[in-house]
């Protein structure tokens, strides 16, 4: 089968399940444990000959650009998650262009070379933020990987497209490559990363991707470095946010080794460069 692996780089007390406890200004009181999921990843990768995206936090690359510089060292593709993980929809047009702009540069510089993906933080693009598509295409970026087709109560556009294709903007043509669902009694189903991969079981996993290939598409799926780090702090949050954020973590990596052994892997630079063919 053909996948795209890709990894949001984020710490794990930035991520929207914990906005509600944790505030912005309040990151600095945590210890980074970035390199724990991190280096469990990179070797991962490299037990496969394997190559990936990273879409990295602008503030993240920051803090810590060594290990930006050390994961495109390895070959594997930088790209943005923007800068400090605001979701689209939470900010005006300006603040989202500088956000995004902001992240461009401290990536391009560590990475040595043009950042041509972006995924929105929390795939937060809606309905009303369909300008974002004019902004990220105007800041230079090709590839966007910010759709997830399905329902979700922090995002999601169920209505759109399931594989990849063109959308318009106002500064020409950027490709969507969305994150994979399947489709099992015409309902659209979650699986390919993040607490649906965690959640469900392997043989189920590996039937939705073979419907994926089957149907001539690539499988692209999604992680992040706290899901390969089950000894992570526990953060006291309402019970939801804590099952989405703590369910199987300890199974994450057992999980993404199995699915690795006898696939063909890229970036989703890579995937979109093929489509252009």
Same mark, same amino acid.
């Not at 309040?26 to 496969?48: A, P, Y």
């Not at 590839?143 to 109560?153: A, G, I, K, T, V």
């Not at 015409?186 to 991707?209: D, E, T």
């Not at 692209?220 to 973590?249: C, G, K, S, V």
């Given at each position: ?19 509600? *406890? ?37 503030? *993240? ?78 800041? /230079? ?44 009694? /015409? ?6 990363? /993040? /607490? ?22 690539? *499988? ?58």
């Amino acid at each position: 089968m053909k996948i795209i692996l890709t990894f949001d780089v984020e710490e794990y007390y930035q991520v929207e399940n914990f906005k509600s *406890v944790i505030r912005q200004d309040e990151w600095k009181n945590f210890d980074s444990r970035l390199t724990v999921g991190l280096m469990r990843i990179l070797r991962i990768l490299d037990d496969h000959n394997a190559k990936a995206t990273f879409f990295v936090l602008g503030c *993240v690359a920051e803090k810590r650009p060594d290990v930006i510089r050390h994961i495109a060292e390895r070959g594997h593709e930088i790209a943005s998650h923007g800068y400090g993980h605001e979701l689209v929809y939470k900010q005006t047009q300006e603040e989202y262009k500088k956000d995004v702009e902001r992240s461009l540069q401290i990536l391009g510089t560590l990475a040595q070379k043009k950042i041509r993906s972006y995924r929105a933080p929390c795939f937060s693009i809606s309905r009303k933020t369909m300008w974002a598509y004019d902004v990220i295409k105007e800041l /230079g970026i090709e590839f966007d990987s910010s759709l997830f087709p399905m329902h979700h109560d922090h995002y999601g556009l169920p209505s759109k497209e399931r594989y990849p294709y063109v959308i318009k903007t106002q500064k020409g043509q950027l490709q969507e490559i969305p994150i994979s669902t399947a489709e099992v009694l /015409g309902k659209r189903i979650p699986f390919a990363g /993040g /607490g649906y991969f965690r959640m469900l079981p392997l043989w189920v996993i590996k039937k939705c991707m073979q419907q994926v290939n089957a149907a001539e598409q690539v *499988v692209n799926m999604y992680f992040h470095p706290w899901e390969f780090d089950p000894e992570q702090p526990r953060i006291t949050t309402n019970a939801l946010a804590a099952f989405r954020h703590y369910i199987n973590l300890d199974k994450t990596e057992s999980k993404l080794r199995a699915i690795m052994s006898g696939n063909e892997f890229m970036t989703i630079a890579e995937y979109g460069d093929s489509l252009k063919v």
